[in-house]
Protein backbone atom coordinates (compact mmCIF):
# COMPACT_ATOMS: atom_id res chain seq x y z
CA UNK A 1 0.00 0.00 0.00
CA UNK A 2 1.34 3.04 -0.83
CA UNK A 3 0.23 6.00 0.97
CA UNK A 4 1.10 9.93 0.81
CA UNK A 5 -0.27 12.93 2.80
CA UNK A 6 -1.39 15.92 0.59
CA UNK A 7 -2.45 19.59 2.00
CA UNK A 8 -3.74 22.31 0.77
CA UNK A 9 -1.93 25.84 0.65
CA UNK A 10 -2.88 28.66 1.24
CA UNK A 11 -3.37 29.49 -2.47
CA UNK A 12 -5.59 26.18 -2.95
CA UNK A 13 -2.80 24.34 -4.50
CA UNK A 14 -2.10 20.35 -3.67
CA UNK A 15 1.07 19.51 -1.77
CA UNK A 16 2.31 16.40 -1.48
CA UNK A 17 4.58 15.08 1.97
CA UNK A 18 7.70 13.68 1.57
CA UNK A 19 6.23 10.92 3.99
CA UNK A 20 3.87 8.05 3.81
CA UNK A 21 1.93 9.54 7.08
CA UNK A 22 -0.21 12.56 7.84
CA UNK A 23 0.09 14.52 10.86
CA UNK A 24 -3.26 15.38 12.10
CA UNK A 25 -1.97 17.84 14.55
CA UNK A 26 -2.66 20.63 12.13
CA UNK A 27 -6.16 19.81 12.19
CA UNK A 28 -7.01 18.57 15.35
CA UNK A 29 -6.81 19.56 18.91
CA UNK A 30 -7.74 18.67 22.32
CA UNK A 31 -11.14 18.54 22.50
CA UNK A 32 -12.35 18.09 19.31
CA UNK A 33 -14.95 15.76 17.68
CA UNK A 34 -13.83 13.76 14.72
CA UNK A 35 -16.62 11.26 12.69
CA UNK A 36 -15.57 8.72 9.89
CA UNK A 37 -17.39 6.27 7.36
CA UNK A 38 -18.60 2.60 8.39
CA UNK A 39 -18.38 -0.73 7.14
CA UNK A 40 -16.56 -1.34 3.62
CA UNK A 41 -15.68 2.75 3.29
CA UNK A 42 -14.31 3.33 6.41
CA UNK A 43 -11.14 5.18 6.06
CA UNK A 44 -8.63 2.48 8.00
CA UNK A 45 -5.48 4.76 7.48
CA UNK A 46 -6.52 7.47 8.81
CA UNK A 47 -8.19 5.88 11.69
CA UNK A 48 -5.15 4.59 12.31
CA UNK A 49 -3.16 7.54 12.22
CA UNK A 50 -5.68 9.07 14.78
CA UNK A 51 -5.24 5.81 16.97
CA UNK A 52 -1.26 6.20 16.69
CA UNK A 53 -1.62 10.03 17.30
CA UNK A 54 -4.74 10.65 19.88
CA UNK A 55 -2.26 10.52 23.23
CA UNK A 56 -0.32 13.73 21.72
CA UNK A 57 -3.60 15.22 20.53
CA UNK A 58 -6.42 14.09 23.22
CA UNK A 59 -8.82 14.33 24.14
CA UNK A 60 -11.13 13.37 21.12
CA UNK A 61 -14.10 12.93 20.94
CA UNK A 62 -15.03 9.87 17.91
CA UNK A 63 -18.01 8.94 16.00
CA UNK A 64 -18.15 5.89 13.99
CA UNK A 65 -20.75 3.30 12.69
CA UNK A 66 -19.99 -0.53 11.81
CA UNK A 67 -16.57 -1.20 12.14
CA UNK A 68 -14.18 -4.70 11.65
CA UNK A 69 -10.89 -2.73 12.11
CA UNK A 70 -8.97 -5.11 14.98
CA UNK A 71 -6.77 -2.34 15.93
CA UNK A 72 -10.23 0.28 16.64
CA UNK A 73 -12.30 -2.61 18.02
CA UNK A 74 -9.47 -4.12 20.33
CA UNK A 75 -7.14 -1.66 21.52
CA UNK A 76 -7.43 0.48 24.43
CA UNK A 77 -8.26 4.13 23.06
CA UNK A 78 -5.90 6.48 24.89
CA UNK A 79 -6.89 9.83 24.66
CA UNK A 80 -9.93 8.83 22.69
CA UNK A 81 -13.53 8.49 23.86
CA UNK A 82 -15.56 6.96 21.41
CA UNK A 83 -19.13 6.62 20.35
CA UNK A 84 -21.69 5.01 18.28
CA UNK A 85 -25.07 3.73 17.40
CA UNK A 86 -24.54 0.76 18.09
CA UNK A 87 -22.11 -1.95 19.00
CA UNK A 88 -21.82 -3.16 15.98
CA UNK A 89 -19.27 -5.84 14.09
CA UNK A 90 -16.53 -5.92 16.42
CA UNK A 91 -17.29 -2.78 17.85
CA UNK A 92 -18.52 -4.95 20.58
CA UNK A 93 -15.56 -5.67 22.13
CA UNK A 94 -15.11 -2.09 23.16
CA UNK A 95 -18.85 -2.77 24.58
CA UNK A 96 -17.70 -5.19 26.82
CA UNK A 97 -14.73 -3.55 27.59
CA UNK A 98 -16.52 -0.29 28.57
CA UNK A 99 -15.12 1.91 26.12
CA UNK A 100 -17.68 2.65 23.91
CA UNK A 101 -20.73 4.48 24.77
CA UNK A 102 -23.78 3.73 22.76
CA UNK A 103 -26.01 6.36 21.41
CA UNK A 104 -29.68 5.83 22.35
CA UNK A 105 -31.73 7.29 19.19
CA UNK A 106 -33.13 5.77 15.85
CA UNK A 107 -31.19 5.88 13.13
CA UNK A 108 -32.82 8.11 10.56
CA UNK A 109 -32.06 11.01 13.42
CA UNK A 110 -28.33 10.71 12.85
CA UNK A 111 -28.45 13.64 10.05
CA UNK A 112 -30.31 15.49 12.01
CA UNK A 113 -28.07 15.33 15.08
CA UNK A 114 -25.08 16.14 12.85
CA UNK A 115 -27.14 19.46 11.58
CA UNK A 116 -27.74 20.24 14.96
CA UNK A 117 -24.17 19.78 15.94
CA UNK A 118 -24.90 17.30 18.44
CA UNK A 119 -22.60 14.74 17.25
CA UNK A 120 -19.05 15.62 16.73
CA UNK A 121 -18.29 17.84 13.44
CA UNK A 122 -15.22 19.52 13.89
CA UNK A 123 -13.49 16.87 11.84
CA UNK A 124 -14.68 14.20 9.02
CA UNK A 125 -12.96 11.16 7.69
CA UNK A 126 -13.91 9.57 4.83
CA UNK A 127 -12.85 7.18 2.22
CA UNK A 128 -13.56 7.97 -1.67
CA UNK A 129 -12.31 7.08 -4.90
CA UNK A 130 -9.89 8.53 -7.33
CA UNK A 131 -10.93 12.28 -9.02
CA UNK A 132 -12.47 11.94 -12.44
CA UNK A 133 -11.88 14.61 -14.71
CA UNK A 134 -13.48 17.50 -13.22
CA UNK A 135 -12.05 16.70 -10.07
CA UNK A 136 -14.79 14.80 -8.19
CA UNK A 137 -14.77 11.81 -6.21
CA UNK A 138 -17.47 9.27 -5.53
CA UNK A 139 -18.08 8.07 -2.20
CA UNK A 140 -18.15 4.44 -3.77
CA UNK A 141 -19.61 1.96 -1.84
CA UNK A 142 -20.80 3.76 1.14
CA UNK A 143 -22.54 7.24 2.03
CA UNK A 144 -24.79 6.73 4.55
CA UNK A 145 -24.30 9.29 7.47
CA UNK A 146 -21.32 10.53 5.99
CA UNK A 147 -22.79 12.16 3.51
CA UNK A 148 -24.95 14.14 5.32
CA UNK A 149 -22.69 14.92 7.90
CA UNK A 150 -20.85 16.25 5.51
CA UNK A 151 -22.28 19.21 5.14
CA UNK A 152 -21.89 20.45 8.76
CA UNK A 153 -18.20 19.39 8.90
CA UNK A 154 -15.37 22.35 9.20
CA UNK A 155 -12.29 19.99 7.93
CA UNK A 156 -12.49 17.21 5.98
CA UNK A 157 -9.85 14.39 5.45
CA UNK A 158 -9.83 12.29 2.65
CA UNK A 159 -8.01 8.46 1.35
CA UNK A 160 -8.31 8.61 -2.18
CA UNK A 161 -8.27 4.73 -2.82
CA UNK A 162 -7.81 3.45 -6.11
CA UNK A 163 -9.29 0.35 -5.31
CA UNK A 164 -12.55 2.19 -4.40
CA UNK A 165 -15.20 2.20 -7.32
CA UNK A 166 -16.22 4.91 -8.90
CA UNK A 167 -19.96 4.58 -7.94
CA UNK A 168 -21.81 6.63 -10.72
CA UNK A 169 -25.03 7.11 -8.72
CA UNK A 170 -23.29 7.68 -4.98
CA UNK A 171 -22.85 11.32 -3.82
CA UNK A 172 -19.57 13.62 -4.93
CA UNK A 173 -16.88 15.43 -3.33
CA UNK A 174 -14.81 18.06 -5.21
CA UNK A 175 -11.30 17.38 -4.16
CA UNK A 176 -11.03 21.09 -2.81
CA UNK A 177 -13.37 20.55 -0.45
CA UNK A 178 -10.68 18.38 1.17
CA UNK A 179 -8.41 20.14 3.67
CA UNK A 180 -5.83 16.95 3.15
CA UNK A 181 -5.63 13.49 1.42
CA UNK A 182 -3.86 10.09 1.96
CA UNK A 183 -3.60 8.29 -1.41
CA UNK A 184 -3.99 4.42 -1.20
CA UNK A 185 -3.97 1.36 -3.05
CA UNK A 186 -5.94 -1.83 -0.88
CA UNK A 187 -8.81 -4.10 -1.21
CA UNK A 188 -11.90 -2.80 0.54
CA UNK A 189 -12.64 -4.41 3.46
CA UNK A 190 -15.23 -7.39 3.55
CA UNK A 191 -17.56 -8.44 6.08
CA UNK A 192 -16.59 -11.69 8.04
CA UNK A 193 -19.88 -13.97 7.77
CA UNK A 194 -19.83 -17.60 8.67
CA UNK A 195 -21.68 -19.93 6.68
CA UNK A 196 -25.35 -20.20 6.89
CA UNK A 197 -26.70 -23.52 9.07
CA UNK A 198 -29.46 -25.43 8.73
CA UNK A 199 -31.16 -23.30 11.18
CA UNK A 200 -30.74 -20.22 9.12
CA UNK A 201 -31.44 -22.18 5.99
CA UNK A 202 -34.93 -23.19 7.68
CA UNK A 203 -35.69 -19.80 8.68
CA UNK A 204 -34.74 -18.35 5.31
CA UNK A 205 -37.02 -21.01 3.30
CA UNK A 206 -39.91 -19.94 6.07
CA UNK A 207 -39.40 -15.92 5.17
CA UNK A 208 -39.20 -16.51 1.50
CA UNK A 209 -42.36 -17.80 1.66
CA UNK A 210 -43.91 -14.55 2.91
CA UNK A 211 -42.43 -12.45 0.65
CA UNK A 212 -44.37 -11.87 -2.81
CA UNK A 213 -43.32 -11.01 -6.33
CA UNK A 214 -42.82 -7.49 -7.17
CA UNK A 215 -42.30 -6.24 -3.14
CA UNK A 216 -39.21 -4.30 -1.92
CA UNK A 217 -37.27 -5.66 0.91
CA UNK A 218 -34.79 -4.17 3.43
CA UNK A 219 -31.73 -6.65 4.21
CA UNK A 220 -28.96 -6.67 6.53
CA UNK A 221 -25.82 -8.56 7.53
CA UNK A 222 -24.79 -11.68 8.49
CA UNK A 223 -25.42 -15.20 7.45
CA UNK A 224 -29.60 -15.39 8.16
CA UNK A 225 -30.23 -12.28 5.86
CA UNK A 226 -27.04 -14.24 3.29
CA UNK A 227 -29.78 -17.00 3.68
CA UNK A 228 -32.77 -14.96 3.24
CA UNK A 229 -31.52 -13.35 0.38
CA UNK A 230 -30.50 -16.73 -1.50
CA UNK A 231 -34.09 -18.07 -0.77
CA UNK A 232 -35.37 -15.43 -2.92
CA UNK A 233 -33.61 -16.02 -6.32
CA UNK A 234 -36.59 -17.79 -7.69
CA UNK A 235 -38.67 -14.69 -7.16
CA UNK A 236 -39.41 -12.16 -9.67
CA UNK A 237 -39.47 -8.36 -10.15
CA UNK A 238 -38.48 -7.96 -6.48
CA UNK A 239 -36.99 -4.43 -5.62
CA UNK A 240 -34.42 -3.30 -2.67
CA UNK A 241 -34.67 -0.26 -0.32
CA UNK A 242 -32.26 -0.60 2.45
CA UNK A 243 -29.55 0.46 4.85
CA UNK A 244 -26.68 -1.79 3.87
CA UNK A 245 -26.81 -4.51 1.01
CA UNK A 246 -24.04 -7.66 0.38
CA UNK A 247 -22.68 -9.56 -1.93
CA UNK A 248 -25.58 -11.60 -2.23
CA UNK A 249 -27.87 -9.17 -4.27
CA UNK A 250 -25.67 -9.62 -6.99
CA UNK A 251 -26.79 -12.97 -7.93
CA UNK A 252 -30.15 -11.56 -7.70
CA UNK A 253 -29.63 -8.60 -9.85
CA UNK A 254 -28.53 -11.58 -12.31
CA UNK A 255 -31.06 -13.71 -12.29
CA UNK A 256 -33.58 -11.33 -12.72
CA UNK A 257 -34.99 -11.56 -9.41
CA UNK A 258 -34.32 -8.05 -8.69
CA UNK A 259 -35.03 -5.48 -11.18
CA UNK A 260 -37.15 -2.68 -8.74
CA UNK A 261 -39.62 -1.92 -11.62
CA UNK A 262 -42.19 -2.07 -9.12
CA UNK A 263 -40.98 0.47 -6.60
CA UNK A 264 -43.50 3.00 -5.83
CA UNK A 265 -39.98 5.24 -6.34
CA UNK A 266 -36.39 4.98 -7.68
CA UNK A 267 -38.34 2.30 -10.13
CA UNK A 268 -35.19 0.32 -11.65
CA UNK A 269 -32.97 0.96 -8.48
CA UNK A 270 -31.30 -0.67 -5.64
CA UNK A 271 -31.57 1.46 -2.97
CA UNK A 272 -28.88 1.73 -0.26
CA UNK A 273 -26.59 3.42 1.98
CA UNK A 274 -24.06 1.26 1.82
CA UNK A 275 -22.57 -1.85 0.76
CA UNK A 276 -20.29 -4.70 1.86
CA UNK A 277 -19.42 -7.73 0.21
CA UNK A 278 -16.68 -9.66 -2.24
CA UNK A 279 -14.24 -7.98 -4.33
CA UNK A 280 -15.89 -8.62 -8.17
CA UNK A 281 -19.11 -7.48 -5.93
CA UNK A 282 -17.23 -4.09 -5.37
CA UNK A 283 -15.93 -4.04 -9.10
CA UNK A 284 -19.35 -4.49 -10.69
CA UNK A 285 -21.09 -2.07 -8.60
CA UNK A 286 -20.40 1.14 -10.94
CA UNK A 287 -22.09 -0.86 -13.94
CA UNK A 288 -24.98 -2.18 -11.51
CA UNK A 289 -27.91 -0.32 -11.33
CA UNK A 290 -27.49 0.73 -7.67
CA UNK A 291 -27.63 4.38 -5.87
CA UNK A 292 -25.56 4.71 -2.76
CA UNK A 293 -27.70 7.38 -0.86
CA UNK A 294 -27.20 9.54 2.10
CA UNK A 295 -29.19 8.18 5.46
CA UNK A 296 -31.50 11.49 5.40
CA UNK A 297 -33.04 9.89 2.10
CA UNK A 298 -32.69 5.77 2.67
CA UNK A 299 -34.25 6.23 6.26
CA UNK A 300 -36.84 9.31 5.07
CA UNK A 301 -40.38 8.60 6.25
CA UNK A 302 -41.47 10.61 2.62
CA UNK A 303 -39.72 8.29 1.17
CA UNK A 304 -40.23 4.84 2.60
CA UNK A 305 -43.83 6.33 2.34
CA UNK A 306 -43.75 5.49 -1.56
CA UNK A 307 -42.90 2.34 -1.03
CA UNK A 308 -46.32 0.69 -0.03
CA UNK A 309 -44.91 -2.74 -0.59
CA UNK A 310 -41.81 -2.96 1.07
CA UNK A 311 -41.08 -5.73 3.66
CA UNK A 312 -38.08 -6.47 6.26
CA UNK A 313 -36.42 -9.74 4.80
CA UNK A 314 -34.93 -10.67 7.93
CA UNK A 315 -35.77 -10.24 11.78
CA UNK A 316 -35.11 -7.29 13.25
CA UNK A 317 -32.60 -9.45 15.07
CA UNK A 318 -30.39 -10.66 12.17
CA UNK A 319 -30.35 -7.23 10.94
CA UNK A 320 -27.72 -4.30 11.56
CA UNK A 321 -30.31 -2.50 13.62
CA UNK A 322 -28.43 -0.98 16.21
CA UNK A 323 -31.17 -2.54 19.04
CA UNK A 324 -29.63 -5.98 18.51
CA UNK A 325 -26.21 -4.90 19.57
CA UNK A 326 -26.98 -2.02 22.39
CA UNK A 327 -25.71 -2.82 25.52
CA UNK A 328 -27.54 -2.86 28.77
CA UNK A 329 -24.41 -0.74 30.00
CA UNK A 330 -23.80 1.18 27.17
CA UNK A 331 -24.24 4.82 27.91
CA UNK A 332 -23.91 8.33 25.67
CA UNK A 333 -22.52 11.45 27.33
CA UNK A 334 -25.53 13.09 28.72
CA UNK A 335 -26.11 15.82 26.53
CA UNK A 336 -26.01 13.65 23.42
CA UNK A 337 -28.60 11.60 25.42
CA UNK A 338 -30.69 14.57 25.59
CA UNK A 339 -30.22 15.74 22.08
CA UNK A 340 -31.24 11.81 20.83
CA UNK A 341 -34.33 12.20 23.13
CA UNK A 342 -35.71 15.37 22.08
CA UNK A 343 -34.98 14.68 18.18
CA UNK A 344 -36.02 10.97 18.03
CA UNK A 345 -39.34 10.72 16.23
CA UNK A 346 -42.08 8.42 17.69
CA UNK A 347 -41.36 5.21 15.48
CA UNK A 348 -44.64 5.23 13.06
CA UNK A 349 -47.30 2.24 13.07
CA UNK A 350 -46.65 -0.37 10.63
CA UNK A 351 -50.10 -0.26 8.62
CA UNK A 352 -52.36 -3.00 9.27
CA UNK A 353 -52.02 -3.92 5.75
CA UNK A 354 -50.19 -7.06 5.17
CA UNK A 355 -50.78 -8.20 9.25
CA UNK A 356 -54.75 -9.16 8.86
CA UNK A 357 -56.21 -12.16 7.41
CA UNK A 358 -57.82 -10.28 4.26
CA UNK A 359 -54.55 -9.56 3.50
CA UNK A 360 -53.05 -12.94 3.69
CA UNK A 361 -56.31 -14.19 1.66
CA UNK A 362 -55.51 -11.34 -1.17
CA UNK A 363 -52.31 -12.51 -1.91
CA UNK A 364 -53.63 -16.07 -2.78
CA UNK A 365 -56.75 -14.84 -4.19
CA UNK A 366 -56.77 -11.64 -5.70
CA UNK A 367 -60.49 -11.08 -5.27
CA UNK A 368 -60.74 -10.38 -1.77
CA UNK A 369 -60.67 -7.64 -0.15
CA UNK A 370 -57.61 -5.65 0.51
CA UNK A 371 -57.13 -3.17 -2.64
CA UNK A 372 -53.62 -2.82 -1.58
CA UNK A 373 -52.86 -6.59 -2.29
CA UNK A 374 -55.00 -6.57 -5.39
CA UNK A 375 -52.93 -3.28 -6.95
CA UNK A 376 -49.68 -5.55 -5.97
CA UNK A 377 -51.06 -8.49 -7.85
Wanted: some cysteine; charged content about 20%; glycine content about 8%.
Amino acid sequence: MHTGGTQLTAGGHRQRSPDATIDLAAHLHPGVGVWWGQGAAEPTPLVHALLDQADHLGPIHAFCGLSWDRRLTTEPLAGISLHSYGALGDLRAQSRAGRLDVLPCHYSTLPRLFAERRLPTDVGFVQVSRPDVDGTCSMGVGADYAADAIAHTRTLIGEINDQMPDTPRAPRIPLSRFAATISTDRPLRTAPQRAPDAVDMTIARSVAELVSDRETVQTGVGPLPAAVLGALSDHRDLGIHSGIITTEVLALISRGAVTGCFKGTDAGLVVVGSAVGSRAFYDAMPDLPIAVRPTSYTHASAVLAQLDNLVPSTPRSASTSPARSTPRSGRAPTSVRSAAKSTSPTRPRRPAHGRSSSCARARRDPRTSCPRCRAAW
